[in-house]
């Protein structure tokens, strides 16, 4: 998968579970998030 610096991107793992990441950055810094913090998605 190709990202351009800066850019946002999510998927889910094999696991199932949900990344949420910032290429080149701190995805948890610029969106203020903590470690099992709860998150909500809105798909429009």
Not at 16 to 30: C, M, R, T, V
Not at 37 to 43: G, K, L, S, V
Request: no cysteine; charged share 25%; net charge negative.
């Amino acid at each position: 998968m190709s990202v351009e610096s800066g850019s946002a991107l999510a998927l889910f793992n094999a696991a199932g579970h949900l990344e949420i990441a910032i290429n080149e950055e701190n995805a948890y810094k610029l969106m203020n998030l903590r470690l099992n913090d709860n998150i909500r998605i809105e798909f429009k």
